[in-house]
Antibody, heavy 125, light 110 residues
């Protein structure tokens, strides 16, 4: 059974970086049949996909346009996890952050079928 | 911010059916698969429908998905109290090169 366990601080000071980690059990971050995503949810913005990383002979990174200049998603093969870093956070980055696995089989996308438990991140001084 | 439009609420009595719409455009719903997620209070979203109308193992056949043009729908038949949740559609957007989600629909079982 695949599980994603999130960790990271729940409080971030404005203009500081936000860093979260998603540890994977039951699958591999280097899997050729998965992508590893970060999504956030806030009352004002709803569910918002932030980006993903995946391995297909090399690593790929795709980011949502509005955060592209501030976001980095990194895989860590030694620890079988992936991370989210969002720089220069403002109050608008206050949200519940989720990591999620998106599964592929024979090239077909089966959706984001496994989610982390969510981390509430508050940006405040 | 949400790009796909859903009605904010839907309701029905136990045993009834409800249908939730998801309106997009050619860059997302019109040319890419739609996914539906169920979110119970205080929990992470759960995959309900993938590739427009496919159910993952364990999802009851009371849930069904369909699409036409730039719109998709989620139908819930035989409503049960445990179906009371928020429902979101999602699709890849080729113009944005990223996933977009719906505004969400809160289903209430009266």
């Amino acid at each position: 059974q695949v599980q994603l366990q999130q960790s990271g601080p729940g409080l971030v000071t404005p203009w500081q970086p936000l860093s979260l980690t998603c540890a994977i059990s039951g699958d591999s971050v280097s899997s050729n049949s998965a992508t590893w995503n970060w999504i956030r949810q806030s009352p004002s913005r709803g569910l918002e996909w932030l980006g993903r990383t995946y391995y297909r002979s090399k690593w790929y990174y795709e980011y949502e346009v509005s955060v592209k200049s501030r976001i980095t998603i990194n895989p860590d093969t030694s620890k079988n996890q992936f991370s989210l870093q969002l720089t220069s956070v403002t109050l608008e980055d206050t949200a519940v952050y989720y990591c999620a696995r998106e599964t592929y089989s024979s090239g077909a996308n089966f959706g984001m079928d496994v989610w982390g438990q969510g981390t509430t991140v508050t940006v405040s001084s | 911010q949400s790009v796909l439009t859903q009605p904010p609420s839907a309701s029905g009595t136990p045993g009834q059916g409800v249908t939730i719409s998801c309106s997009g455009r050619s860059s997302n719903v019109g040319n890419n698969y739609v996914y539906w997620y169920q979110q119970l209070p205080g929990t992470a979203p759960k995959l309900l429908i993938y590739r427009n109308n496919q159910r993952p193992s364990g999802v009851p056949d009371r849930f069904s998905g369909s699409y036409s043009g730039t719109s998709a729908s989620l139908a819930i038949s035989g409503l049960r109290s445990e179906d009371e949740a928020d429902y979101y559609c999602a699709a890849w957007d080729g113009s944005l090169s990223g996933y977009v989600f719906g505004t969400g629909t809160k289903v209430t079982v009266l």
